[in-house]
């Protein structure tokens, strides 16, 4: 049973960090591609950043480049993004996801993602 489960939101002040961390059950890590997406409220869901099989990292929105890392624990099953300087515009639900495996190479339309988390929420605010 495929699961994915999302941990390490709160609230943080602008310009602080967290750790989000996806752990994953039931399929071998290393084999697929994993992203991160985020819904912030009244818009729609978008790609944050993904990491592929062979363990590239792809960011999407310009905003965060600099600032978000994604990695890859397989050992652990595990796949981790890092948040630094955090903004108020960050503010959303977090989900990771992973593609259906026929690729394994990133991309940002969810539609290529065939399981989710039930997300975590992030809050940057003063």
């Known amino acids: 049973q495929v699961q994915l489960v999302e941990s390490g939101g709160g609230l943080v002040q602008p310009g602080g960090s967290l750790r989000l961390s996806c752990a994953a059950s039931g399929f071998t890590l290393d084999r697929y591609a994993i992203g991160w997406f985020r819904q912030a409220p009244g818009k729609e869901r978008e790609g944050v950043v993904c990491?592929?099989?062979?363990?590239?990292?792809?960011y999407y929105p310009d905003s965060v480049k600099g600032r978000f890392t994604i990695s890859r624990d397989n050992a652990k099953n595990t796949v981790y993004l890092q948040m630094n300087s955090l903004k108020p515009e960050d503010t959303a639900v977090y989900y990771c996801a992973r593609d259906w495996g026929i690729l394994g190479s990133c991309t940002n339309i969810s539609g290529l993602y065939e399981y989710w988390g039930q997300g975590t929420q992030v809050t940057v605010s003063s």
């Open positions: 990491i592929s099989r062979s363990d590239e990292a792809r």
